[in-house]
């Protein structure tokens, strides 16, 4: 009993008490009411094409609308190839489940400003945007009805579903990409391709993350505990990585 006491103590403050702080930072600041009256245009983050004309890939994430705001976040991929044009792909619930081009690639969503999580310029894009383009055909959920908000597959399911496949663009998916952890199938497991992060889960509901880009992690019911490794942080679930 008392073991039960302590895991139950650990969870309430590991992960529910910073949730319902962030909870509560979160209903205190100005939101749009609702869709039709959130911005949703550029946020002037990227040049224009022709003002940048090398070849890069951007992984974009920006917080949600609604009371999923304060714990949760959207994420999408852009690529551009020399001389080409922005292309962005994001995982949504409605229409066709992979979305191409229906923002700017650089859009505010439901208000919030996009952060930039991972970036590639120059003969290394080149190199690996056709890695990325097929990881994207290949994601297994991408057919209409792939779609399930929690705990996945989701949005950020999609876009972790690429950071695995192509780990050469060295980055993981904020904490509170809340999704990110399911794994296709349902696997209890899965490596990395240059075998540097292993992911553990249970349907997305629990799970661990371990290795150079992911650090230590300790995922339950889609928030995320760790510590960040690579850019020395802690993950607090409701705030993300606070750096150290």
Same mark, same amino acid.
């Given at each position: ?54 070849? =890069? ?67 290394? =894009? ?60 349902? =696997? ?41 490794? =690579? ?14």
């Amino acid at each position: 009993m008392k073991f039960l006491l302590r895991i139950v103590s650990v969870i309430l403050l590991v992960f529910v008490l910073p949730t319902l702080v962030s909870a509560g930072l979160w209903a205190t600041r100005d939101h749009p009411d609702g869709w039709s009256s959130a911005k949703w245009g550029s946020s002037g983050l990227l040049p224009s094409a022709e003002e940048s004309p090398e070849a =890069a890939i951007y992984i974009f994430s920006a917080m949600t609308g609604g009371l999923k705001g304060a714990i949760a976040s959207h994420a999408w991929i852009v690529t551009k190839n020399e001389n080409g044009d922005y292309q962005r792909y994001d995982k949504v619930g409605w229409g066709s489940p992979i979305r191409r081009n229906h923002r700017a690639p650089d859009a505010f969503w439901y208000s919030n400003p996009p952060r930039l999580v991972a970036e590639v310029k120059g003969e290394e =894009a080149k190199r690996l945007i056709p890695m990325v383009e097929a990881a994207i055909a290949g994601y297994a959920y991408g057919q209409p009805g792939g779609y399930r908000i929690y705990p996945g597959p989701n949005s950020n399911t999609f876009v972790a579903h690429v950071l695995r496949e192509v780990p050469e663009l060295g980055a993981v998916l904020p904490a509170d990409a809340v999704g990110r952890d399911y794994l296709a199938g349902g =696997a209890f497991y899965h490596l990395d391709k240059d075998g540097r992060d292993l992911h553990l889960s249970l349907g997305g509901f629990a799970g661990l993350s371990v290795g150079v880009r992911s650090g230590l992690e300790v995922n339950f019911l889609g928030l995320v505990a760790g510590v960040d490794l =690579a850019r020395p942080g802690i993950k607090v679930p409701g705030f993300g990585t606070i750096g150290l």
